[in-house]
């Protein structure tokens, strides 16, 4: 079962209203594999993400997960799963420490022993558990500072913490580097990458910047007006005719 793809998506389709936005998206993402969905402003990749966590269900297709059918569950069934997306930065807790804001989705993952909890032992615990994570993500330093005090950059490693506290199989990121300085955006993509590759959580990221998204993707989906325009590695894809036309406007040259 090991070669089971994490996910795998079959002619998807999602309309609002009778307005078609993706359509017949069939694509499977093999476990532990770094993946990127790109495609112009409006192709569709928002909707790809809200409908495969479970935001809203699919108007047409399946969805599997690890093998088992997902379509149409709910986004809180899916985390218990292990398929999760990152959260809006407003979904942090502002007045809570960054170490009180990773306890939260750990109590919640733990609440199975929910008696346990009255024990020091197991807070003691979960706060190890909670240092383990924010060490992970590189702020395990700011701890204790409360989260509305940070840097824009490290408000979404918070973000990032809370989504990896829940031990998730599958992530995915819906412009994870939105917002950032260079800095900023060099710092989650290295981390982005090194969890990928000690831990073997499964990224599936959309990222405008395709520098980035060639340097770390291993495979790449390219959406265009809602359809699958083209699946490969980056250097299929950096050549791709059509991929080509549909970002540069018609140059194959550029
Ligand atoms: N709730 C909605 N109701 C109706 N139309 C919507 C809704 N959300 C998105 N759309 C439309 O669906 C299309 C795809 O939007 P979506 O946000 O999925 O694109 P995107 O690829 O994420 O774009 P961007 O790169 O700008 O984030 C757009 O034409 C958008 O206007
Ligand atoms: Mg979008």
């Known amino acids: 079962m090991s070669d089971t793809p994490v996910l795998k998506i079959d002619n998807l389709g999602h309309s609002y209203g009778k307005f078609m936005v993706i359509e017949d998206i069939s694509i499977t993402v093999p476990k532990g594999e770094l993946t990127a969905l790109i495609g112009p402003n409006g192709a569709g990749k928002t909707t790809f993400y809200n409908v495969v966590s479970g935001r809203f269900p699919p108007s047409k297709g399946k969805i599997f997960f690890k093998g088992r059918d997902i379509t149409g569950m709910p986004a809180h069934k899916l985390v218990s799963l292990g398929l999760l997306r990152s959260f809006q930065i407003t979904n942090i807790f502002p007045n809570l420490t960054v ?121 790449i989906f390219v959406l265009h007006h809602g359809i699958l325009l083209a699946t490969g590695t980056p250097a299929e894809i950096r050549i791709h005719p059509e991929v080509r036309k549909a970002y540069l406007g018609g140059s194959a040259d550029a």
């Open 99 to 219: 170490l009180e804001n990773v306890m939260v989705p750990l109590l919640l993952h733990y609440k199975k022993g929910y008696s346990l909890w009255h024990s020091l032992k197991n807070e003691k615990a979960l706060y190890a558990k909670a240092e383990e994570v924010l060490e992970k993500v590189g702020i395990l330093s700011e701890a204790k500072r409360l989260a509305h005090e940070l840097a824009y950059g490290d408000k979404r490693l918070v973000e990032m913490a809370i989504v990896l506290a829940r031990e998730p199989e599958l992530v995915l990121l819906d412009e994870p580097t939105a917002g950032m300085n260079p800095e900023e955006t060099e710092r989650m993509i290295s981390l982005i990458k090194e969890l990928s590759e000690r831990f073997g959580t499964t990224f599936f990221l959309t990222e405008h910047d395709m520098n980035v998204v060639f340097s770390i993707a291993k495979r």
